[in-house]
């Protein structure tokens, strides 16, 4: 006999009693359908005979069943029955709802299956009579489910014990304790997970709960678990920073080490000698688990010709590559870790949860993800549901890679197998697919399965998935391997249309997915509506579907046609956020985009899930276009403070800013007319440069191979002016912007004036001989300095880019000179002058063209007058003058160079430019050179 199970009220994280007669900790099969047929449960069911009329609403589907059971709670709490306190009838109340949760999920995330008839043992005989009646209340109940325009599974199985849990548990709002507190939450939780997407509305009753029991006095098992628990729910809504953070806090609340490190070891079969392999090494704190019989379904052998089925590790002591590991850890064999306690194994499950929502699609992401599941995997573990999570978890990561990707789907078909088996029901009316699922393997063995009390013990700090979406899952997998006909059987045998629909649609099946989705949404035009030709273009149906608005969309997408988005939105009861984004999409596709009216849309979806990221995103870019500059920044700021990860988000909110700061008539015009921002651009004129250029640095951390972020971060440093310019956040965003962009684009990569405004900065400010230290190679500019910086820079990475640039070589002979080396600075002058020769040669001066041959002219001038006669008489460096001996020029020869020079370029122009004014300027120089 299976065994019905509902484990602690509160899961063992907390303790408070409930005090009544009937002990909350175990209710097995023996008491569990005795909780039903308690007299208060009999009356808020409605069971009594007195309820006719109320039933018969519900049979005609006026009101829910919910709705009835909320109602009857609701009135029982303001006035107990014969025999019970207040006291008493709350705490009945919030047995009865945990009762039909745990059921709930037993018959829809863990089975083993149900022991009790559920529809018999809790519905009146006037709404279970006959099947007919038993289906329509049920989908009416599943319909009541949709929240914000997002449905819930049509089919979900023993709808009516979850909406008995949600009208005790939420609706009947039964105050005051930590458990009903708790059990409120998880119920809204469980709702959220039940829908096809994240709403609002429940997100914000979940985390006011959360808050509240944040509030209360815990010890360390029970403040890991909760913590454990919030982390799960961050990161369900995509919390992954609060996330990492909760489990960081839970680990070290429960005294849990872990580290995932780096072992020398093997990890194919032709290896001949060790390299480094991530790993996690963990230890709980509590050695009990040790002894604990391990449970969990089968895990599936990988079975490759070059991977081995799992790492071998050197040894215990092998190499640590990324961290210095505590001495507890020290003393785990990475090839024989000890069992970890339950919660532990669920805080590593946890953490790569966090870690794939964060980037799936990376590469690396997805080489950090496995070795958690691995660990708990390799480990062991003492609960059954968290060994299977554990392998879905390793199932989605290897599903990625080709040599894995096999296991990973067969991993993923016999999860499902297990679901399904252990979730079936035996109820008639139950609305569930005919054919038999598809699968390659054997059924689950009795060996492989495990009481429901295992099974729902941990259940809340899983991300857990009900059996609907664990196949959906399946499905999907199956698309993106290719098996397109697979999964459609999938998904038509759920009765997913939406999702078989997107099926058709990615196989160019347009027809096939308008006709599927159609004739959930349209009566057929013609008698026949089997016809494969049927393209139901009859009126609307009466009763539309739960996931109609989604539907709509999805025929929108398909038809391009702003009608259906706008239907979406109309039958959702203006509530379904995703119909103004697909109009949002629309409005902007259109040429010209109708930024206005794509705006407006946006604005609505956010008016009703104002945590979408991508959506705050969106407005932002259609604002920055609008030029609405102090719009778009608060729709950015939202962005980064939803996802403080998004570094495009970042540039652009510093994009935002740096307009909005920007005076509309002159630089003394603020930017609006408030006394404070007076007030603030008075003390600070640059307060909002900053403010963008702190956004651009962080999207620059973020986004470190972006070289438009990072030429962003340099132009808005140095528009901040001497002596409040920010150097060292130039210097060190010019040399980033080189290091991505030299190799391919030379010198263009080099920006000129901020690089020349870095050498007269430093040539101002700096006495060159009081930088100067000792060192081994005697004196040196410390390199650690703004100066050094700066020098360095120019030696390292300007100087090797130069080619053609006459300004760069120029700014690099004025650094030179600063630096006392003058015979390094007429070697600039002259390979800034022969830059200008070889570039205005390609340009033909010698054919014509006078621009290039005024452009020669002043280069020569520029050789002549700052190079040959200002620093050829100059000492050269670094020569010792012993006694009356005269210390060497730079150039003892200038005015020969120099002649020659110009009589060099007198001669290439004298066919086209003699006696011309780029000429005669020549002339001139050449007499102050001879002295004429």
């Known amino acids: 006999m299976a065994e019905s199970f509902l484990p602690s009220t509160l899961n063992g994280l907390f303790t408070a009693p409930l005090k009544d007669q009937y002990d909350p900790v175990r209710l097995t099969s023996n008491n569990i359908v005795p909780v039903f047929e308690l007299p208060l449960a009999k009356k808020i069911l409605g069971h009594d005979a007195s309820d006719s009329d109320s039933l018969s609403s519900v049979a005609k589907d006026e009101i829910s069943y919910t709705e009835f059971v909320a109602e009857k709670a609701r009135t029982v709490l303001q006035t107990p029955i014969a025999d019970l306190t207040t006291?008493?009838?709350?705490?009945?109340?919030?047995?009865?709802?945990?009762?039909?949760?745990?059921?709930?999920?037993?018959?829809?995330?863990?089975?083993?299956?149900?022991?009790?008839?559920?529809?018999?043992?809790?519905?009146?005989?006037?709404?279970?009579?006959?099947?007919?009646?038993?289906?329509?209340?049920?989908?009416?109940?599943?319909?009541?489910?949709?929240?914000?325009?997002?449905?819930?599974?049509?089919l979900t199985p023993n709808a009516e014990l979850f909406s008995i849990a949600k009208a005790l548990?939420?609706?009947?709002?039964?105050?005051?304790?930590?458990?009903?507190?708790?059990?409120?939450?998880?119920?809204?939780?469980?709702?959220?997970?039940?829908?096809?997407?994240?709403?609002?509305?429940?997100?914000?009753?979940?985390?006011?709960?959360?808050?509240?029991?944040?509030?209360?006095?815990?010890?360390?098992?029970?403040?890991?678990?909760?913590?454990?628990?919030?982390?799960?729910?961050?990161?369900?809504?995509?919390?992954?920073?609060?996330?990492?953070?909760?489990?960081?806090?839970?680990?070290?609340?429960?005294?849990?080490?872990?580290?995932?490190?780096?072992?020398?070891?093997?990890?194919?079969?032709?290896?001949?000698?060790?390299?480094?392999?991530?790993?996690?090494?963990?230890?709980?704190?509590?050695?009990?688990?040790?002894?604990?019989?391990?449970?969990?379904?089968?895990?599936?052998?990988?079975?490759?010709?070059?991977?081995?089925?799992?790492?071998?590790?050197?040894?215990?002591?092998?190499?640590?590559?990324?961290?210095?590991?505590?001495?507890?850890?020290?003393?785990v064999d990475p090839n024989d870790q000890p069992i970890l306690n339950p919660l532990d194994s669920a805080i590593l499950l946890a953490m790569a949860s966090a870690i794939t929502n964060t980037a799936p699609e990376n590469g690396l992401t997805r080489e950090e993800t496995q070795p958690y599941a691995t660990r708990v995997l390799e480990g062991g573990s003492s609960n059954w549901q968290i060994?299977?999570?554990?392998?879905?978890?390793?199932?989605?990561?290897?599903?990625?890679?080709?040599?894995?990707?096999?296991?990973?789907?067969?991993?993923?078909?016999?999860?499902?197998?297990?679901?399904?088996?252990?979730?079936?029901?035996?109820?008639?009316?139950?609305?569930?697919?005919?054919?038999?699922?598809?699968?390659?393997?054997?059924?689950?063995?009795?060996?492989?399965?495990?009481?429901?009390?295992?099974?729902?013990?941990y259940i809340w700090i899983m991300n857990f998935s009900t059996r609907w979406s664990l196949e959906a899952e399946l499905a999907k997998r199956w698309v993106e391997l290719g098996g397109l006909r697979t999964a459609l059987e999938i998904y038509e045998r759920l009765q997913m249309w939406a999702e078989a629909a997107l099926c058709y649609a990615a196989t160019e099946r347009e027809l096939k997915a308008k006709s599927m989705v159609r004739r959930q949404l349209y009566e057929a035009k013609g008698d026949d509506e089997n016809d494969e030709n049927e393209m139901f273009e009859g009126p609307e149906r009466t009763t539309l579907p739960g996931d109609a608005p989604r539907l709509f969309c999805i025929l929108g997408d398909i038809d391009k046609d702003e009608k259906m988005y706008e239907r979406s939105w109309e039958v959702s009861g203006q509530r379904y956020s995703r119909a103004q984004r697909s109009l949002a999409r629309h409005y902007l596709s259109l040429t010209p985009p109708e930024l206005e009216k794509a705006e407006g849309a946006y604005r609505k979806s956010l008016h009703i899930n104002r945590l979408n990221h991508g959506s705050w995103f969106a407005l932002g870019c259609v604002q920055l276009e609008l030029q609405k500059w102090e719009e778009a920044t608060d729709s950015f700021t939202r962005t980064v403070q939803l996802d403080d990860t998004d570094g495009e988000a970042w540039s652009n909110l510093a994009a935002a800013m740096l307009r909005s700061s920007a005076p509309e008539?002159?630089?003394?015009?603020?930017?609006?007319?408030?006394?404070?921002?007076?007030?603030?651009?008075?003390?600070?004129?640059?307060?909002r440069k900053r403010e963008a250029l702190a956004a651009l640095q962080r999207a620059a951390t973020l986004k470190h191979t972006d070289a438009r972020i990072w030429d962003n971060v340099l132009t808005v440093?140095?528009?901040?002016?001497?002596?409040?310019?920010?150097?060292?956040?130039?210097?060190?965003?010019?040399?980033?912007?080189?290091?991505?962009?030299?190799?391919?684009?030379?010198?263009?990569?080099?920006?000129?004036?901020?690089?020349?405004?870095?050498?007269?900065?430093?040539?101002?400010?700096?006495?060159?001989?009081?930088?100067?230290?000792?060192?081994?190679?005697?004196?040196?500019?410390?390199?650690?300095?703004?100066?050094?910086?700066?020098?360095?820079?120019?030696?390292?990475?300007?100087?090797?880019?130069?080619?053609?640039?006459?300004?760069?070589?120029?700014?690099?002979?004025?650094?030179?000179?600063?630096?006392?080396?003058?015979?390094?600075?007429?070697?600039?002058?002259?390979?800034?002058?022969?830059?200008?020769?070889?570039?205005?040669?390609?340009?033909?001066?010698?054919?014509?063209?006078?621009?290039?041959?005024?452009?020669?002219?002043?280069?020569?001038?520029?050789?002549?007058?700052?190079?040959?006669?200002?620093?050829?008489?100059?000492?050269?460096?670094?020569?010792?003058?012993?006694?009356?001996?005269?210390?060497?020029?730079?150039?003892?020869?200038?005015?020969f160079k120099a002649r020659s020079a110009i009589r060099g370029i007198l001669g290439k122009g004298k066919e086209f430019w003699e006696d011309s004014d780029g000429w005669m300027r020549l002339k001139e120089l050449q007499n102050e050179v001879t002295g004429n």
């Not at 008839?117 to 489910?145: Q, Y």
């Not at 080709?402 to 067969?410: A, G, I, N, P, W």
């Not at 921002?677 to 003390?683: F, L, P």
């Not at 010198?747 to 700096?766: G, M, N, Q, R, W």
Request: glycine share 4%.
């Open 87 to 154: 006291e008493q009838t709350q705490s009945q109340l919030v047995h009865i709802g945990l009762a039909a949760l745990f059921s709930f999920l037993q018959s829809n995330v863990t089975g083993p299956p149900l022991e009790f008839n559920s529809a018999e043992t809790v519905l009146p005989a006037g709404l279970r009579g006959d099947i007919s009646t038993l289906r329509a209340v049920r989908a009416k109940i599943i319909r009541d489910l949709s929240v914000d325009g997002e449905a819930a599974y049509k």
């Open 169 to 331: 548990l939420v609706d009947a709002k039964i105050e005051g304790s930590v458990v009903t507190k708790t059990a409120r939450m998880r119920v809204n939780f469980l709702h959220q997970k039940m829908l096809s997407e994240v709403t609002s509305t429940l997100q914000d009753v979940i985390y006011n709960d959360l808050e509240e029991l944040a509030k209360v006095d815990l010890n360390a098992d029970e403040k890991g678990g909760f913590l454990l628990e919030r982390a799960i729910v961050n990161t369900h809504h995509g919390f992954d920073a609060k996330a990492r953070a909760d489990l960081d806090q839970a680990s070290k609340v429960r005294n849990f080490e872990f580290a995932l490190t780096g072992k020398l070891g093997k990890r194919t079969k032709f290896q001949d000698r060790d390299i480094s392999q991530l790993v996690v090494v963990a230890k709980s704190a509590d050695e009990d688990s040790k002894s604990a019989d391990l449970s969990g379904p089968k895990k599936l052998d990988l079975n490759d010709d070059t991977l081995l089925e799992s790492i071998s590790f050197a040894d215990k002591k092998s190499t640590t590559v990324s961290e210095e590991l505590s001495p507890a850890l020290q003393s």
């Open 387 to 457: 060994y299977t999570e554990a392998l879905l978890v390793r199932s989605r990561v290897e599903g990625y890679r080709s040599r894995t990707v096999e296991r990973s789907v067969l991993q993923l078909q016999a999860l499902v197998d297990q679901v399904i088996a252990d979730t079936a029901t035996d109820d008639s009316a139950a609305q569930q697919p005919t054919a038999d699922p598809t699968t390659f393997l054997p059924r689950p063995e009795k060996s492989e399965s495990a009481p429901a009390a295992d099974r729902l013990q």
């Open 665 to 687: 008539e002159g630089p003394d015009v603020p930017v609006n007319d408030s006394a404070e921002e007076k007030a603030a651009v008075e003390n600070d004129p640059y307060k």
């Open 717 to 895: 440093a140095a528009s901040i002016p001497p002596p409040n310019t920010p150097f060292r956040e130039v210097i060190t965003a010019q040399r980033r912007v080189i290091e991505l962009l030299g190799e391919k684009k030379g010198e263009k990569c080099i920006d000129l004036p901020i690089v020349a405004s870095l050498v007269e900065f430093l040539s101002t400010a700096f006495d060159y001989n009081d930088l100067l230290i000792e060192s081994d190679s005697g004196p040196v500019v410390r390199t650690g300095t703004l100066a050094g910086q700066i020098l360095s820079l120019l030696d390292n990475n300007v100087v090797p880019l130069i080619t053609h640039s006459f300004a760069l070589w120029l700014v690099v002979a004025r650094a030179e000179l600063f630096r006392n080396r003058p015979s390094r600075a007429l070697e600039a002058h002259e390979k800034a002058w022969r830059a200008t020769i070889t570039s205005c040669t390609q340009g033909a001066f010698q054919m014509g063209d006078e621009k290039p041959w005024l452009e020669v002219v002043r280069a020569t001038e520029k050789l002549v007058r700052d190079g040959y006669a200002k620093i050829g008489p100059m000492d050269r460096e670094d020569q010792k003058v012993e006694g009356d001996a005269e210390p060497e020029m730079v150039a003892s020869d200038w005015r």
